[in-house]
């Protein structure tokens, strides 16, 4: 699966900049 499905859920987050990490 590709992660940048989960891409823009993260985005969205306060924690994007975290999340954009862990999704790396």
Do not use: D, I
């Amino acid at each position: 699966r590709s992660t940048n499905e989960a891409a823009p859920l993260f985005t969205a987050s306060p924690q994007n900049k975290y999340m954009k990490n862990a999704v790396k």
